[in-house]
């Protein structure tokens, strides 16, 4: 998996793009699903398959802290 860190509301609006380019309607199904930083909900990262070739620039990790700790540590 890799990932393009940006707002919450850029994710959304690319993968609402990307699903009505794609021909997915309604507006409300979206084409690419993305995390929220735990820390701060104004930040995502949309997830990509290592496969898939995209133009944005991607990590291949998310940030220490970016999801939830890991209740059974």
Do not use: H
Request: hydrophobic share 35%.
């Amino acid at each position: 998996m890799k990932y393009y860190i940006t707002t919450t509301a850029n994710a959304e609006q690319i993968s609402r793009d990307k699903a009505i380019e794609k021909g997915c309607g309604p507006v409300t199904k979206y084409w690419w699903g993305w995390i929220v930083d735990d820390r701060d909900a104004d930040q995502s990262a949309l997830c990509f398959q290592d496969d898939e070739s995209v133009s944005y620039s991607t990590v291949d990790t998310l940030p220490d802290g970016f999801l939830p700790a890991d209740p059974e540590a």
